[in-house]
């Protein structure tokens, strides 16, 4: 017993100078992004995606909106339907096993992401699909989905990691000050709701803008695909970025990821990418 107790006090300073090494200047730190967007259908989502740096890896959790990027070059997909794919491939990422060394890695979506965990839980609890989804399911439901978003997350050492989402309007159920004030963010359970809007470094709203401008003596209708990015009262919204930057925008015509990461970064955008939404 004396003996062993010795030797985990000899091995125990080789443990603390290893992790003092790492002490390092935090502006030596090399980040890629990683971020949330959220929006309805159509509104520009995975188009947005499509602008990350590549090559790209879409993870189509059965949402089948890559059709809209199918002449993107570099932008590779592969389709999940079973929760075991999904960590299968985040091995396969963490491990460098691809044959592409991608850039990116873009989920879409959660909100399918999270039905594919229902089934997972489901199955784990010999469940058949037409039985009641207990609390207790819930609960292993969210542990699902927060242990897998922290895993990408994590990640974001060697890609860029977007995550897509639909958008869900929240009205606080029976929490009365809540259902006073709704807050609009991605079409998942509230408690991964929570967790993903703290996990990722910016947050955006997509949505599609109709404005009429006069041409040639006639009112032309134009459409503008826009993504809200600073601080809103109802929409989940955020970039973290040094305090000292300056204000954050409300939102951005045309998102891409370089206006993003700009943001990211402290830097201005100038007028032609960033419009008022009055």
């Known amino acids: 017993m004396v003996a062993q107790r010795r030797k985990k006090v000899a091995t125990q300073p080789e443990v603390t100078r290893s992790i003092l090494d790492q002490i390092q200047p935090v502006g ?94 489901l199955r784990k609890n010999r469940k058949g699909a037409d039985e009641p989804f207990s609390q207790r399911n819930w609960g292993q439901l969210g542990g699902l989905l927060k242990q897998l978003i922290t895993d990408f997350r994590e990640l974001s050492d060697k890609y860029n990691i977007l995550l897509i989402a639909h958008e869900r309007v929240y009205d606080g159920g029976d929490d009365e000050q809540e259902a006073i004030e709704p807050s609009i963010g991605a079409r998942v359970m509230p408690s991964v709701g929570a967790f993903l809007d703290g996990a990722v470094d910016a947050i955006g709203s997509t949505f599609i803008r109709e404005r009429w401008q006069r041409e040639d003596k006639e009112e032309v209708r134009h459409v503008d695909y826009c993504m809200r990015i600073g601080p809103h009262a109802f929409y989940s919204t955020k970039v973290r970025r040094p305090p000292s930057a300056g204000p954050i925008p409300e939102l951005i015509v045309n998102p891409t990821y370089q206006k993003i990461r700009d943001l990211t970064e402290g830097k201005s955008i100038t007028r032609k990418k960033v419009r008022s939404s009055k």
Not at 68 to 82: G, N
């Open 28 to 121: 030596l730190l090399k980040t890629n992004l990683v971020m949330m967007v959220y929006g309805r259908s159509g509104t520009g989502k995975t188009a947005f995606g499509a602008t990350f740096p590549k090559p790209i890896l879409f993870i189509d959790t059965n949402e089948r909106g890559t059709e809209t990027i199918r002449q993107e070059e570099d932008v590779y997909v592969v389709r999940v339907t079973q929760w075991k794919q999904m960590t299968d491939l985040y091995d396969g990422l963490r491990n460098g096993e691809t044959e592409v060394e991608f850039a990116s890695v873009v989920i879409d979506q959660v909100t399918n992401l999270q039905d594919i965990g229902m089934a997972e839980v």
